[in-house]
């Protein structure tokens, strides 16, 4: 099967060969000697200049697919705005022949922590002001759905939402608060992404487990990162998602960025052992592939994979 079968093969609860797998790899340096042309050079370029500029960022982000053999490319450089969109266009192109997913970003979708700065004054419009927040929550929603729209014309097959909705400590909103204010939101946003047929994925980190019935409640294909750092285990989440939320990542970054190698090792055995047993799941890591992760930690996570699908320790 082609890797972008695979990948949806995965998300979708079917049988594949071996599990999914991608990241957003950010040691491009690190890996390849090699930068992403800055987000204000491109911005700044016309013509022939700026087509060059995207061709590069276009093809750094091929080059990590096939490098990891990712069956899904984060086009996360840059992260938003209509460069990104003739960037998705471009990988579309360069991967016909051997297609792989294509995940594109849908920023500031409906109410989150990225969306918040003065949390004392959005705790009294709590109070004092939920028109004024729907008011708000409706025209994030808007920009969402045009976005996800112009990911759809570009060529994306995923619409990734990050939208962080919890601390170490559980989750930011209250269940009810989150009940009004969000859920409604996200799942107009999720049944427009189904019904444009893309994969939607929605991404928090945190301890999430007391609104995990309710974002299952929003219409996404899957949710990413189960942030092992905030008490997150991936067999327990399995259990209360599997057939209705497919689940990515869980390698804990902290080890990836500390170590040691046998804690790497063990996080990523453990999410396969538990996360890709039956399907639905993608092998990543609980966020981004940071600056400051030392590319031998990245490594042992990938040989780890690679010696999991080599055994045939599960029926995936």
Not at 65 to 75: L, N, S, T, W
Not at 264 to 286: D, H, K, P, T, W
Request: aromatic letters at 10%; a negative charge; hydrophobic letters at 40%.
């Amino acid at each position: 099967m082609t890797n972008r079968e695979r990948f949806f093969r995965s998300i979708l609860f079917e049988p594949v060969d071996r599990p999914a797998r991608t990241d957003a790899f950010l040691l491009v340096e690190e890996a390849f000697g090699k930068a992403f042309p800055s987000e204000n050079n491109i911005e700044n370029s016309t013509g022939k200049e700026r087509d060059n500029l995207l061709k590069q960022c276009a093809e750094i982000h091929l080059q990590i697919a096939c490098h990891y053999d990712y069956d899904a490319i984060f086009a996360w450089h840059p992260f938003t705005g209509p460069a990104s969109l003739e960037i998705i266009s471009m990988l579309k192109h360069m991967t016909c022949r051997q297609p792989r997913a294509i995940i594109g970003m849908v920023p500031g979708a409906f109410w989150a922590l990225e969306q918040i700065q003065d949390h004392t004054r959005f705790a009294i419009r709590l109070y004092e002001d939920m028109p004024g927040l729907h008011n708000e929550a409706q025209n994030m929603l808007d920009a969402a759905l045009k976005r996800v729209h112009d990911l759809k014309e570009a060529g994306a097959d995923v619409a990734y939402i990050p939208n962080d909705q919890a601390f170490n400590t559980g989750p930011y909103f209250s269940p009810s608060v989150y009940q009004e204010l969000v859920l409604p939101y996200a799942q107009k946003l999720f049944a427009e992404i189904r019904k444009l047929g893309l994969i939607g994925v929605y991404h928090t980190d945190g301890n999430i487990m007391s609104l995990l019935h309710l974002i299952m409640e929003t219409g996404a294909h899957a949710l990413q990162s189960i942030d092992p750092m905030a008490g997150m285990d991936i067999k327990k989440v399995k259990e209360l998602t599997y057939g209705r939320l497919a689940l990515i990542g869980n390698v804990q970054c902290s080890f990836l960025q500390q170590g040691p190698k046998d804690a790497i090792a063990e996080s990523a055995r453990y999410c396969l052992r538990y996360g890709a047993q039956n399907g639905g799941y993608v092998f990543m890591a609980s966020n981004s592939i940071f600056p400051g992760i030392p590319l031998e930690n990245y490594h042992v996570m990938q040989a780890e994979y690679d010696k999991f699908v080599a055994e045939q320790i599960e029926s995936f």
